[in-house]
C-alpha cells in the first residue's frame, strides 16, 4: 500500500466511511434473518455511512485520487485545498465547491507573413492572389 504512487482511498474518510457502512451492513443482515427493525436501522447507519464520509471528505480528511507527493500519502494528513474544492469531484460539487480543472489556453497561431523570404514549400501549399502565387 505505501508503494503505490496512486493511493485512491486511502483516507481517513474512507476508512471511517467503509467501517461505518460495515456496521450498517451487519444490523441489516441481522434484521434480515431475524430482527426487523434491524433492516430500516441498518439502512439508515448505511445513509449515515454516506454522509459521514461526505462530511469529513469536506472538512479535509479525504483527498482526490491522483498522484500525490509522498509527504502528502499519509493516513493522517489532512488536505488543506479541500476548503476550496477538488476538480471533478461530485461531493465538492454537490457542496457547492465548484471547482473548474485548469486547462492550457486554446493555441493561437502565429500571424501569417506575406514577404517572399517567409514562404517556402510548394505554389498550391501558398495562399494570396495569383499574383503573389508567380512570384
Known sequence: ???????????????VGVAVAT???TVTGL???SWRPGIWLGL?????????????HLTGWGKPPGLRPVAERGLRV????????HPDCL???LAGRRVTPVRPAPRVPAARTDSPADRT??????TGSPADLAS
Open 44 to 56: 439508515a447507519v448505511t445513509a449515515a455511512a454516506v454522509l459521514t464520509t461526505w462530511a469529513m
Open 78 to 85: 489532512r488536505d488543506r485545498a479541500a476548503r476550496a474544492g
Open 91 to 93: 461531493g465538492c460539487a
Open 31 to 33: 434484521g434480515v434473518i
Open 121 to 126: 514549400g510548394s505554389p498550391a501549399d501558398r
Open 1 to 15: 500500500m505505501s508503494g503505490h504512487t496512486y493511493d485512491h482511498g486511502h483516507t481517513l474518510a474512507g476508512w
Open 23 to 25: 456496521v450498517g451492513g
